[in-house]
């Protein structure tokens, strides 16, 4: 089967390329927030702030068009918006141009994933530089709203992931999520402490049991609670991280998952060095 690259959809000619920039945003550790999990908040956000955003140096001059390329893992970038800047506003360290988006190329906004092994450190690129390697490797449906349910061994969300999972009621998600028991683990992924949590039919299940959390970040935990009194619930929301260790189905007896809830405590020694009290 023949590739499908990224020009063979924008059609943007030779001559054309010469005023085509690309800016590829990604996590930065040093960053509160995901602009991943951010975009599926919000993709303005993403689409003006991380685009047209300048610290130091400049991206883009007037008239150019500006490629947004949003990373979803190692080598895969999802094509979030391409906008003509329309003003400079020479600002450092915030929002430094004005742009309006291209509505011939709108139709791909948020859909097109492509796959690019990007080798330099700087951010913004010219689009003719790069173009030959850019492969197309799925066209969405309808805008990228956050990964599919990858199973119950490989779940693995931060706070935001989860919360826009609840929010945007994301059908296989809630589908899996709501009719489970579990045993769970919170990481605080800043100082490395465990939290084992399990998820009952006395507990309304793990999807309720996760939305307890991300309603008021400690989900009537006294120990989790009393992070949230003296950190703030940013702290949570910037830090925690959830996955699961075992799950079961509805039928499975709660005192199963209460004993295996135990035994992961132990297993973890998250009473002694995490967050677990009993």
């Not at 075992?246 to 039928?251: A, D, G, H, I």
């Amino acid at each position: 089967m023949n590739k499908l690259y990224l020009n063979d959809l924008l059609n943007i000619s030779d001559e054309e390329m010469e005023n085509f920039k690309i800016r590829f945003n990604q996590f930065n550790p040093k960053e509160r927030q995901n602009p991943l999990d951010l975009y599926i908040c919000n993709p303005e956000a993403v689409n003006t702030t991380y685009l047209l955003w300048r610290a130091r140096q400049r991206y883009f001059n007037v008239g150019q068009i500006a490629l947004c390329l949003l990373k979803l893992s190692h080598d895969l970038w999802l094509l979030t918006t391409i906008k003509k800047i329309t003003k400079d506003l020479n600002i450092c360290n915030g929002i430094s141009y004005e742009a309006e988006e291209v509505e011939k190329y709108k139709a791909y906004f948020g859909r097109v994933i492509i796959k690019f092994h990007k080798t330099f450190q700087t951010q913004g690129v010219y689009y003719k530089n790069v173009y030959k390697e850019m492969e197309v490797t799925q066209i969405l449906p309808t805008t990228f709203q956050g990964d599919d349910f990858p199973g119950y061994d490989n779940v693995q969300l931060s706070y935001h992931q989860l919360a826009n999972i609840l929010q945007y009621g994301k059908r296989d998600w809630i589908s899996a999520l709501k009719n489970q028991k579990a045993v769970y683990l919170i990481t605080d992924k800043n100082n490395g402490k465990l939290y084992v949590g399990s998820a009952t039919s006395d507990s309304g299940m793990l999807l309720q049991r996760w939305s307890n959390y991300i309603a008021n970040g400690h989900g009537g935990n006294k120990e989790l609670l009393s992070i949230v009194n003296t950190h703030g619930f940013d702290y949570i929301k910037t830090y925690f991280q959830y996955s699961i260790l075992e799950n079961y189905n509805s039928k499975v007896d709660d005192h199963v998952i209460l004993e295996r809830e135990s035994w992961w405590k132990d297993t973890l020694q998250s009473r002694d060095f995490g967050y677990n009290r009993n």
